[in-house]
């Protein structure tokens, strides 16, 4: 089976029925004015740039595994309400990490700053605090539209209402794990333990939610669901730390963004804290001094993927995205009744192209 395949027909099927969802309940509005129109123009344009659609091949691949019935409700129009969290937190975090492009197009508080500027001549950081306003507005608008996603899915309501409590765990625990990272920005250092923590929120929980309300609205097990959950625990980790590892040595083409935005925001990536475990007092003052620096040039960006790679650091990362990818295709087998083997395939399959993913 060709997971890239799958994965194309999903994003087919996603985008569609998003398509479909914002003729239904009227996204673009034509009531708000000029500007509400370039607005939800933008909007739109944002959703659809979509990327790999990864958490809704989840929700309905989770939903096949534990048997679910097609005939139940909507699986893909519920899908979309993962989708959706991820993308108004993506807005949020571009304000909050200064990012200036996504999926290799501008960052959505970018095109609003850059209107700001044609249309008014006041200063910089005015164009920049009302792009960065609009941009947060737009991830808000994400969530409601979340919500009425599982609404409409069409799924009895005992469900329904079960896949929304789980849909307000995932976006709270999102936020938990956005105050830990952030947080940790000020911090000299973090532990293994402390990331491993800010992982299970910020990134894991849209993955774990993902599935967990695949299984709901398929009516799987307890077995079953905590099978996924242990699944998509370890794909989360894996996930967060290959990010790691491409946001300092990824190719800038692949990845739509420029490389070394951990280093200049001073985050606590699994990198830098391998790297000061095991540095030398000369590479730790060093890593020290170019943490959170923004001007900092392509040669001291140079220097820390050396210390990466001299101290062990990129290795023993590179490791443990393996050994999180094992340990996750290994929960699958704990479900009871088994999964449907076509679906498992399908997660077994996208776990392996997660770890070897370029962007």
Do not use: W
Not at 46 to 63: E, H, M, S, W
Not at 109 to 117: G, M, P
Not at 163 to 176: G, K, N, P, T
Not at 287 to 304: A, H, P, Q
Request: negative net charge.
């Amino acid at each position: 089976m060709e997971i890239k395949l799958a994965l194309m027909e999903n994003i087919r099927k996603v985008n569609d029925e998003l398509q479909l969802m914002i003729k239904e309940k009227g996204v673009t509005q034509t009531d708000l004015g000029a500007f509400g129109d370039v607005f939800y123009r933008e909007f739109v344009d944002y959703l659809n740039n979509g990327g790999k659609r990864i958490r809704p091949f989840l929700v309905k691949t989770a939903f096949d595994a534990v048997g679910g019935n097609h005939a139940d409700g909507n699986i893909i129009r519920a899908s979309l309400a993962i989708e959706l969290l991820h993308n108004g937190s993506l807005l949020h975090d571009d304000v909050i990490d200064k990012d200036e492009t996504r999926r290799g197009k501008p960052s959505f508080h970018v095109i609003f700053r850059e209107l700001y500027r044609e249309k008014k001549s006041n200063s910089h950081s005015k164009a920049q605090n009302f792009g960065e306003a609009i941009s947060i507005f737009a991830g808000d608008l994400c969530f409601p539209f979340a919500i009425e996603s599982i609404i409409q899915s069409g799924f009895p309501a005992e469900l329904t209402n079960k896949a929304l409590h789980a849909f307000s765990e995932a976006f709270r625990d999102v936020i938990d794990g956005v105050i830990i990272e952030t947080g940790d920005t000020i911090l000299s250092e973090s532990t293994e333990e402390e990331y491993e923590k800010m992982v299970y929120l910020k990134t894991g929980a849209l993955i774990r939610k993902a599935v967990e309300i695949g299984a709901i609205l398929g009516k799987g097990t307890e077995s079953q669901t905590n099978a996924l959950i242990g699944y998509c625990v370890g794909i989360g980790k894996a996930f967060q730390i290959q990010d790691d590892i491409l946001g300092i040595f990824g190719d800038i083409e692949k990845l739509g963004k420029p490389v070394g935005g951990d280093i200049r925001e001073n985050k606590q990536t699994i990198l830098r804290i391998f790297a000061m475990k095991y540095a030398t007092p000369k590479q730790r003052k060093r890593l020290t001094k170019l943490m959170g620096k923004e001007n900092i040039s392509n040669k001291e960006l140079d220097d820390v993927k050396n210390i990466f790679r001299e101290t062990g650091a990129l290795e023993n990362s590179m490791l443990l995205v393996k050994k999180s990818t094992d340990e996750a295709i290994a929960s699958l087998d704990a479900a009871e009744p088994p999964f449907i083997e076509e679906a498992k395939m399908k997660l077994i399959a996208l776990s392996n192209y997660l770890e070897d993913r370029s962007k």
